[in-house]
Structure formats: structure tokens, C-alpha cells
């Protein structure tokens, strides 16, 4: 019975040490006799007890590793304190296991001696504006030397860039200067366009004033002209009308009375206004008067 149950505990030894079960995103190395053996994947796995040995576990995952913060020297000889994040994962477990004692310190090391190099061939303002040259130089660095270690680096990012306390405080300043200018600019601007608009405004109100005055002169123009023409056309008729009435009959005792009439209304006119009325010495002289504008009449209408 006892032998039995020794046996049972050695089988059960047996089966615990030849079965391994692979999580999944998980890969094992397995050492047969001191010697790299082989890579376990994910899932049932079969080894020989007492021989082969497991001898590194890996995650295939992507594994973030925060890289401490350290002081880097600008090219404008300016402290600047640095800190970020990596993120890398195990493509060759073989190599992870034998590349290198430990890739995580090695990968560490290796991002901050690339960080203080780049950011030595900068200068501090291109620091800031530039992390994703600097994280891709990084990237490039790390990958390049990783591939011995099996390590695939994926990608870097700066967490923060922190200057000196004095240099931050003059890039404050810097910054504050910066921004009134460019507002005493912007009003200096704004003036500027409302003295172009107000002398816009003025010339355009000349230039229509102007305009209006012209056309208001032409307008005035064009009706005294269409005035004196209307006068003349209609003197004109009346003219005719009164030539054509004279030579119908009786036209010259009609004119010779209507002149007569006139030269009454004009004497009598004149002794309304004034005490002393001239009276002709030849009151001949009104019938002379008459008879002379009868013959130019006459004179008239035989041309």
C-alpha cells in the first residue's frame, strides 16, 4: 500500500512537471539540460520531467514603461528637466531571454541617453515646439539597438518638459510682452481702419454730394432750356396766329385800334402815377405814332 502511494505521488510529480498550459498573449522558454530548447505558445504543451526546464516567461502584450524624469542640457546650454513614457513588446521571446540580462533596465537606459542627445541639438524654444521630432528620434534610436533583445519599441511620448523656475518666469514675461503687443498692434490696427473708413466714407459722401448737385444743375438746366424753348414756340405761334389774323379783313382797323387803346391806357397810366401829366405839344404825334406802326405791319406782311 505504501508503494503504491509512492508511486501515485511520483506519477502525479511526473504529470505536473511534463503538462503546461500557455496563457493566451503569454510565450515560455523551455531550457533541455542548461540549453535553449524551445518556445512554448499559448495552449496545452507536453515537457520531458527532470529535463527540460522552464526558464523565462514572457508577455506579448504591449507594456508600458515609464522612463524617470532626468535633466537634459539644450544647445543654449538650458537646464531642462524630461520625463515620458514607452511603450514597447516582446517579439522574439528567444532573444528577450538571451539578448540581454534584463531588456526593461537596458531599454531604460538606452531612452534617456537618446532623449539627452536630441534635445543637445536643440535649442529650448524647439524643444517645445517640437516633441514629435524629438519622440521619433527616440523611437528610431530604441528600435534600431532593441531588435538584439527581441524588444519591438512602438512608440515614445514626453510627458512634460519643465525649464528652470527663472527660465520659466522670462517665458512668462516673454509671452506677457508678446501678447500686448500684439494687441497694441490690433488697435493700433483697428485705428487704422476706422480712419480708412471714415475718410472712405467722407470722400464717397463728397463724390455723391458732387453728383447730386451736378445732376441738380443739369436738371435745372434742361428745364429752363425746355422754359424757353415752350416761350419761344409759343411766342412764335402767337406770332403767326396774330400775323394770320391781320390779313384776314379788318385785320389793320383791329391793330389800329388795339394800338390806339394801349397809348390811351399808357397816358392814362402815366396821370395815375404822377401830379404832373406831359401831354404832347402835338397831339398829332399819337396818330403819327399809329400810322407808322400800321406801315411796318403792312411792311411785314408784304415780305
Not at 25 to 36: C, D, I, N, S, T
Not at 37 to 65: C, M, Q, W
Not at 157 to 173: G, N, R
Request: proline share 4%; charged share 20%.
Amino acid at each position: 500500500m505504501e508503494i503504491a502511494l509512492v508511486i501515485l505521488a511520483i506519477a502525479a510529480i511526473f504529470v505536473v512537471r511534463s503538462i503546461k498550459v500557455v496563457p493566451q498573449q503569454h510565450a515560455w522558454v523551455v531550457e533541455r539540460l542548461g540549453r535553449y530548447h524551445a518556445t512554448l505558445t499559448p495552449g496545452l504543451n507536453f515537457l520531458v520531467p527532470f529535463v527540460d526546464r522552464l526558464a523565462y516567461r514572457h508577455s506579448l502584450k504591449e507594456i508600458p514603461l515609464d522612463v524617470p524624469s532626468q535633466i537634459c542640457i539644450t544647445k543654449d546650454n538650458t537646464q531642462l528637466t524630461v520625463d515620458g513614457i514607452l511603450y514597447f513588446q516582446v517579439t522574439d521571446p528567444m532573444r528577450a531571454s538571451y539578448g540581454a540580462s534584463n531588456y526593461v533596465v537596458a531599454i531604460t537606459q538606452l531612452a534617456q541617453t537618446t532623449l539627452r542627445s536630441v534635445i543637445g541639438r536643440m535649442e529650448l524654444d524647439r524643444t517645445f515646439e517640437e516633441r514629435a521630432v524629438i519622440n521619433t528620434s527616440v523611437v528610431e534610436a530604441l528600435d534600431e539597438a532593441a531588435l538584439n533583445w527581441g524588444v519591438k519599441v512602438l512608440r515614445y511620448e514626453i510627458k512634460d518638459l519643465t525649464p528652470p523656475p527663472a527660465i520659466l518666469h522670462s517665458m512668462q514675461a516673454q509671452i506677457t510682452a508678446e501678447r500686448e503687443k500684439r494687441a497694441l498692434i490690433a488697435a493700433s490696427e483697428g485705428r487704422r481702419q476706422e480712419q480708412i473708413n471714415i475718410a472712405t466714407g467722407e470722400r464717397e459722401a463728397a463724390i455723391a454730394k458732387s453728383e447730386g448737385q451736378k445732376q441738380a444743375e443739369i436738371n435745372k438746366a434742361q428745364g429752363e432750356a425746355a422754359a424757353i424753348t415752350a416761350v419761344a414756340e409759343a411766342t412764335s405761334d402767337a406770332i403767326r396766329k396774330i400775323a394770320a389774323a391781320i390779313q384776314q379783313p379788318g385785320g389793320d382797323q383791329a391793330v389800329q385800334l388795339k394800338v390806339a387803346e394801349k397809348a390811351v391806357e399808357a397816358y392814362a397810366h402815366l396821370a395815375q402815377k404822377n401830379n404832373t401829366m406831359i401831354v404832347p405839344g402835338n397831339m398829332t404825334e399819337v396818330a403819327g405814332l399809329i400810322g407808322t406802326a400800321m406801315g411796318l405791319l403792312k411792311g411785314g406782311s408784304k415780305t
